[in-house]
């Protein structure tokens, strides 16, 4: 089976979030329809994260469901995790904690994940609107590594 990998970052807080909302169903569910099989990695870090997860949960259920997972990739296991893990199960398809950053420094470890993510994607999705951060950090990482990307953000940085 041809597994298409995505993944997706952005700054913790952003504008115009109907906007990309739209871009992010549209793109999401072009994917569903014309890829053998959809691996969505997201992070956990912030409204874009969050957003990201839920537009994916819901173009599975109204476009197709068989065919994708949604993958939390965490960088190291955290309390919050641990404390509620059952229910962030039910949530996502698939939890993994990252090799590579779980056994860095804490500071790192975030940058670390986001490195790791950029690398196992196809494609990766941006929503970065500023050039600071560790979003832009990845923008960056990914504009070096070549690797095909979007940035979804209003107004965004040039590429």
Known sequence: MKVFTVSFFGHRGFHDASAVERMLEKIICEWLRQKEYVEFL???????????ASTVRRCKHTV???????VWVLPYSTAEYQNNEAAFRAYYDEIEICERSEASHYKAAFQVR???MVD???????CVEH???????????????DKPLMNLAPGSLSM
């Open 131 to 145: 050039s600071s951060g560790g979003a832009y950090q990845t923008l960056r990482y990914a504009q070096k590594q």
């Open 42 to 52: 997201v992070g956990r870090d912030g409204e874009f994260d969050l957003l990201v």
């Open 64 to 70: 197709r469901n068989d065919n994708s997972s949604l």
């Open 114 to 116: 986001n490195k790791s």
């Open 120 to 126: 196992r994607a196809d494609f990766v999705v941006f």
